[in-house]
C-alpha cells in the first residue's frame, strides 16, 4: 500500500507542484489549511485527492470539483489526477467520484437554443425566475443575461440552495428545476420539484415531484398551462355541481320540486361535471 501511495503521490506531481513533497500525515490531514504556498489551482486539486481519499465523495466534494474546474482543471486532467488518486481511496470510491467529476465537467454552460424562449414564456405566464448554480458568479449572470433570468446566484454549496429556496418558499410559492445529486435539498424544500429525467441523477429524480423524461424545457410553461386549465375547470365543476344541487334545493323548500328533479340534480349533474372535464382531452396548449 506504500508503494501505492508513493506512485499516487508522484503521478500527481505533474498537475500540481510540491504535491510529491506531502508526506502521508498531511495528505490525510487538513493539507488545504497547512499549505499556504499551494497556488489556488493546486489547491483545489489537493483538496480533491484529500476528500477523495478520505472517503468524503458527497455534495461537499461535489463542491471542490466545481472549485477545481473554474480554476482552470480541464476534464482531461480530472479523469488522471482522479485515476492516480484511486491509489489512495481505492475503486470504490474512486467510481464514485468519476460519477461526480462526470456530471461536474458535462457541458453544463452550453445554452439550450429554446432557453431564452421558455424562460420568455414564463415571464408571460407571470412566473419570475432565478439560476442557482455552484458555478462562479461572473459565468452565472452571464448566462442568466442571455436567457433572460430575473436574477442569478452563483458559488452554492447544496445546503445555500435549500436556504434560499427555504427563504422564498416562506413568501411565496416556489418551483425548483434540477438535475444534479446537489439540487436534490433544494428540490425536496420547493413546493414542486421537478427534474430533468434523462440528464438527471437517481437522486434529483426521485427526490422531485416531476420528471421530464425528455429534458425538454419547453415542458415546463406548458405543465403551469395545464395546471391553470385544470384548476379552472375544477373549480368551473364545483360551482355548477354546488348551483344546480342549490336551485333544486330551493325549489323543494318551496314545495314545486319532484322525484324526477332530484334524480336531475344527482345523475345529472355528474353528467354534466364529467362532460365539462372531457374537455380536457382537446386541450393543445
Known amino acids: 500500500m506504500a508503494f501505492k501511495q508513493t506512485a499516487g503521490r508522484e503521478a500527481l506531481w505533474k498537475f500540481a507542484p510540491k504535491f510529491a513533497e506531502l508526506n502521508d500525515d498531511v495528505l490525510f490531514g487538513q493539507v ?73 465537467w458535462a457541458d453544463a454552460d452550453s445554452i439550450k437554443e429554446n432557453a431564452p424562449d421558455v424562460i420568455g414564456q ?22 442568466a443575461d442571455k436567457v433572460g433570468v430575473d ?22 410559492v416556489i418551483g425548483m428545476v434540477g438535475d444534479g445529486i446537489n439540487d436534490a435539498p433544494a428540490l425536496a424544500r420547493a413546493d414542486i420539484g421537478f427534474a430533468m429525467g434523462a440528464a438527471g441523477t437517481d437522486t434529483a429524480i426521485e427526490t422531485a415531484d416531476v420528471a421530464l423524461m425528455d429534458d425538454d424545457l419547453r415542458k415546463l410553461p ?7 386549465k385544470t384548476f379552472q375547470l375544477l ?19 318551496a314545495g314545486i320540486g319532484t322525484m324526477w328533479m332530484a334524480v336531475f340534480a344527482d345523475t345529472g349533474t355528474c353528467l354534466i361535471v364529467v362532460a365539462n372535464g372531457l374537455r380536457m382531452l382537446r386541450w393543445r396548449g
Open 122 to 143: 414564463l415571464k408571460d405566464l407571470g412566473v419570475k425566475t432565478i439560476m442557482l448554480t455552484g458555478d462562479n458568479e461572473k459565468a452565472a449572470r452571464q448566462i
Open 151 to 172: 436574477r442569478a446566484k452563483g458559488n452554492l454549496l447544496p445546503e445555500d440552495k435549500q436556504s434560499l429556496v427555504d427563504s422564498i418558499a416562506k413568501r411565496e
Open 32 to 104: 488545504w489549511s497547512r499549505e499556504d504556498k499551494l497556488s489556488l489551482r493546486d489547491r483545489s486539486i489537493v483538496t480533491v485527492v484529500v476528500l477523495m481519499a478520505q472517503g468524503l465523495t458527497d455534495s461537499s466534494f461535489q463542491y471542490h470539483l466545481t472549485t477545481a474546474k473554474n480554476n482552470g482543471v480541464t476534464k482531461t486532467e480530472i479523469a488522471e489526477i482522479l485515476t492516480h488518486a484511486a491509489f489512495y481511496a481505492g475503486w470504490p470510491k474512486a467510481w464514485a467520484a468519476f460519477r461526480m467529476a462526470k456530471e461536474v
Open 222 to 228: 406548458e405543465f403551469i398551462k395545464l395546471s391553470k
Open 235 to 253: 373549480v368551473e365543476n364545483i360551482v355548477i355541481a354546488l348551483s344546480i344541487k342549490l336551485i333544486f334545493f330551493v325549489l323543494t323548500l
